[in-house]
């Protein structure tokens, strides 16, 4: 069983930034997936530990994502943020896989929730 931990998420508007942090109880395949009131979970960004990264569309340059391997942590700055991007975020991490499909993550953390005000 391996732990996630988030925290960063807070109201801003439109055009500020959050960094949301995600602590680990292992070193693992981690990712960033959000969800918006209605709409389906979609991965944000990803790493994998050799340092590849993927980005959604939607992140590509405004958010950056890394990880911090010595303390398990997971992190992803978000910067311009736009309303669209109000949604709860999660971390989630896998032994194996990677990427931005969500079924390759089998352990999730609670959430953290992002608002972003016109």
Same mark, same amino acid.
């Given at each position: ?20 942090? &995600? ?6 395949? =981690? ?8 709409? $389906?979970? $979609? ?5 994998? %530990? ?11 340059? %405004? ?14 700055? =978000?910067?311009?943020?736009?309303? $669209?991007?109000?949604? =709860?975020?999660? &971390?989630?991490?896998?032994? +194996? ?10 352990? +999730? ?10």
């Amino acid at each position: 069983q391996v732990h996630l931990v988030e925290s960063g998420g807070g109201s801003v508007q439109a055009g500020g930034s959050l960094k949301l942090t &995600c602590v680990a109880s292992r070193n693992l395949y =981690m990712a960033w997936f959000r969800q918006a009131p209605g709409k $389906e979970r $979609e991965g944000v960004a990803a790493i994998g %530990r050799g340092g590849t990264v993927w980005y959604a569309d939607s992140a590509k340059g %405004r958010f950056t994502i890394s990880k911090d391997n010595a303390k398990n942590t997971l992190y992803l700055e =978000m910067n311009s943020l736009k309303p $669209e991007d109000n949604a =709860m975020y999660y &971390c989630a991490a896998s032994l +194996w896989n990677s990427g931005l499909a969500s079924v390759n993550y089998d352990n +999730w953390g609670q959430g953290t929730h992002v608002t972003v005000s016109s």
